[in-house]
């Protein structure tokens, strides 16, 4: 339990000095907010979906296979109960807010901070579930979540289908399944930009730490529920829905780890375009990120004792 909890505290201990680097660069002034914003675009359109592409070149066996068919089961039977959850939390406030805090309890930060910790703490046995996992929640925040934070009219099929995610997705199936592979010095090419996604990723979180207003969020009592919920209740449920099914470990602790990351940073792109609180939404991204690195530890040790029950 506790060379666990090492190994997983050692690598959020690695994320965080990355996120500081990029904290103190956004308060020096040499991260500004276009900067951010410009290598969040890059992070989305061009990296991640190097890592889906990447992490699917891989034989394909019947193990592989199976491996592939458990993890699209177990991570999108997990986003069915948060989609069921999130329509009963914070009933009480009012429709500005109500929407953008349900979102940001149950949409964890899978892409910039659920994949660099799994491919550091678990390695590459782990990335086809997680890619799996990171594919399943952007079909459901670009369908349920944005209806979630914005009503029926933000729904876009569109941008779904043509979301980057969602066609490294597609790209890395047909990969998987063809057998096929990029040429040498393509395959090459597209390893590197995906190796960038854990630098990168974190000094943009920095970064935008640096820009939120830390008085207010250490100040607002319901960021803390909020944060509650996703960093404590939503690993808590993810662990303990998929336990009776007795799934691959490696599936298992990378489904509860994803779980236990923070707040989506979608959470205030989307209050943002949909004119709702963005200043919220960053809030309880940056509070949710501070507080994970105390809990995400605790939870893939969790997983990881219940997965060898």
């Known amino acids: ?23 103190l660069f956004g308060r020096l002034g040499l991260l500004s907010g276009e900067t951010l914003s410009q290598v969040s675009r890059i992070l989305l359109y061009v990296v991640t979906p190097s890592i889906m592409i990447t992490s699917f070149e891989v034989e394909r ?11 699209l089961a177990a991570m999108t039977g997990v ?19 109500r929407g953008i805090l349900r979102f940001a309890a149950v949409y964890g930060n899978a892409g910039f ?15 086809m579930a997680a890619v799996v996992g990171l594919a399943v929640f952007n079909t459901v925040t670009w369908t349920q979540g944005r209806a979630l934070m914005g009503g029926r009219r933000e729904l876009s099929l569109k941008k779904l289908a043509l979301n ?3 066609l490294g997705f597609a790209a890395g199936l047909l990969l ?16 590197y930009l995906g ?27 319901k960021l803390y529920l909020a944060s509650a919920v996703k ?29 236990g990351c923070p707040t989506a940073g979608a959470t205030s792109l989307f209050a943002q375009s949909m004119g709702r609180d963005a200043a919220l939404a960053a809030q309880q991204v940056t509070l949710s990120t501070l507080l994970c690195l105390a809990t995400l530890p605790a939870a893939a040790v969790l997983a990881q004792l219940l997965a060898n029950l």
């Open 1 to 23: 339990m506790l060379e666990a909890f090492s190994v997983v505290g050692g690598s959020v201990l690695t994320l965080f000095l990355l996120m500081s680097a990029g904290f």
């Open 61 to 71: 066996t019947p193990a592989s296979q199976g491996q592939l068919v458990s993890a």
């Open 79 to 97: 986003y069915v109960v948060y989609m069921l959850l999130s329509q009963l939390l914070f009933p009480r406030e009012g429709e500005e807010h």
């Open 113 to 127: 901070m659920g994949l660099p910790l799994i491919q550091s703490a678990l390695g590459q046995e782990a990335m």
């Open 164 to 166: 980057p995610g969602i």
């Open 176 to 191: 998987f399944f063809t057998g096929w592979r990029l040429p040498g010095p393509v395959d090459a090419a597209v390893g």
């Open 195 to 221: 190796s960038m996604n854990t630098p990168l990723a974190m000094v943009v979180i920095g970064g935008q730490m640096a820009q939120a207003d830390l008085r207010k969020v250490f100040a607002t009592r």
């Open 231 to 259: 960093l404590l209740g939503i690993p808590l449920i993810t662990a303990l829905v998929l336990l009776p099914f007795r799934i691959d470990p490696v599936i298992y602790v990378t489904a509860v780890i994803l779980a």
